[in-house]
């Protein structure tokens, strides 16, 4: 149980409240009290000195929903800084894919707790990740306590090939049976679909079929480069990837659609009218140089927006309010339109958009009866002062050394730059052992 005593908050319009008191039990926000002495005291009438709370002093503080990383492949920090300099199909096929073949469950494990760990430093609570070798990341995420939406995707198999005889099949089983045995919530299966330009019509449906038996979600890749829109038009007689997967029937199922750099105005239409989520990637898309979205343009037509910083080999980083800064400055700069995306916008996009669009109930938003997801800022450093509107201090001011604490089902993970539940320094030898094991693999092949 613990007492955030006399602290700010952003309620569920992001309107800034100011000195309150939050009592946590279990994994339960209970209570939220104006902040002083007979409300501390009427909160804990009913209460023996046994339940006496942790008291985490809010002076100069302030508390938001925790934050969702709508897409990711964390394991790829193991790749963080490799192959530089290409373009998306050129670093997918020459570097990223060859290094990934070489991948381990243990290795997908050291990743995956070095990604967990920038996560936790930046607020991120729950994220939405496409990757492999299950066993691995199911278990760094088990140890640590954070939330997350998996899936491994199909990726050109080959004709012929059945869903049921691939890794990501059993990938899929093994977080269905994690699930079942686990049944706290905090990890959900979903679908994956890499991209259109890398799965067979044949294997899409054998999915959508999974996905439907098992109701799960679905995550693609789509429309990330110029390239991969047009060619999808060349293959399919002028259909765009959107409309090339609403065809096979993907879009019965709740969708999270990465990227879509190049949706087209019936693609938003296709989007909006069947509820799918689109992510917004502005620092990978912008490091490939595959351009960057029209997110205003997105919300104009209704589409539910995320936001995510992709896999660190293409950002290179895993700090979301840093995604969510430059996701703002590029639609400002490049529309020449500084009203486009208000900072109440970007923080829903990161908040109750991600909870919603992963399927959490009673989570994303601060407010009696949610969730315990918490990010605790410390404002009373020269970057946040003075403070004229939180939201905006928050989305263009705030950077690592603000975040006081990260909070996940009220269990505190990370705490004025101390991890509760995992040891980094071991984590970043292990990641360079890895590091420099797999180049003396690729050197010698």
């Known amino acids: 149980m613990f007492l955030l005593k006399n602290i700010d908050y952003l309620d569920q319009n992001f309107v800034h409240q100011k000195n309150v008191d939050i009592l946590i039990e279990e994994n339960i926000i209970k209570k939220i009290k104006p902040s002083d002495k007979n409300n501390f005291d009427k909160l804990f009438s009913k209460h023996n000195s046994d339940y006496i709370p942790e008291i985490i002093d809010g002076n100069n503080k302030v508390v938001l929903p925790g934050f969702y990383n709508m897409h990711s492949h964390v394991p790829m920090t193991l790749l963080r800084g490799y192959g530089e300099g290409l373009n998306l199909q050129d670093w997918l096929f020459t570097k990223i894919f060859p290094f990934e073949n070489l991948l381990t469950a243990e290795d997908t494990y050291w990743g995956t707790l070095l990604g967990l760990s920038e996560f936790l430093a930046s607020g991120t609570i729950s994220f939405s990740d496409m990757y492999m070798r299950m066993p691995g990341i199911v278990k760094a995420i088990d140890e640590v306590g954070i939330k997350a939406n998996l899936c491994n995707a199909i990726t050109d198999f080959g004709p012929g090939i059945k869903f049921t005889e691939t890794e990501a099949y059993r990938d899929e089983m093994f977080l269905l049976d994690y699930m079942k045995n686990n049944p706290t919530g905090k990890i959900i299966a979903d679908a994956g679909i890499h991209a259109e330009y890398t799965s067979y019509p044949e ?59 190049y949706v087209e105005e019936k693609d938003l239409r296709i989007i909006q009218q069947n509820n799918a989520v689109l992510v917004h990637n502005p620092a990978s898309n912008l490091k490939l140089g595959s351009g960057f979205a029209s997110v205003g343009k997105w919300l104009d037509f209704g589409v539910t927006a995320c936001i995510g910083t992709d896999g660190a080999a293409s950002n290179n980083d895993l700090d979301i309010l840093q995604e969510t800064r430059l996701a703002a400055l590029i639609q400002k700069g490049f529309k020449k339109d500084p009203k ?72 505190i993970l990370y705490q004025n730059g101390e991890y509760k539940t995992l040891d980094i320094e071991k984590v970043k030898f292990e990641v360079n052992r890895i590091k420099d094991e797999k180049l003396a693999q690729l050197s010698s092949s």
């Not at 449906?205 to 999974?210: M, T």
């Not at 990330?224 to 829109?229: N, P």
């Not at 996009?349 to 991600?354: A, F, L, Q, R, Y």
């Not at 959490?360 to 003075?386: S, Y």
């Open 203 to 261: 294997q899409v449906l054998q999915l959508l079929e999974f996905a439907v038996e098992n109701n799960l979600i679905i995550q693609l890749h789509l429309s990330e480069t110029a390239f991969e829109h047009e060619e999808c038009k060349q293959r399919h007689q002028g259909k765009t990837p959107t409309e090339y997967f609403f065809d096979l029937g993907v879009f019965q199922q709740k969708c999270i659609l990465a990227h879509g750099v």
């Open 340 to 411: 486009l995306l208000k900072p109440e916008q970007l923080l829903q996009m990161i908040t109750i958009n991600g909870a919603i669009a992963q399927g959490r109930n009673n989570c994303g938003q601060i407010k009696e009866g949610n969730a315990a997801d918490l990010v605790i800022f410390d404002l009373d450093t020269p970057n946040m002062q003075p403070i004229y509107d939180l939201a905006t201090n928050i989305i263009y001011s705030v950077n690592l050394k603000n975040v006081f604490l990260t909070m996940v089902d009220g269990q």
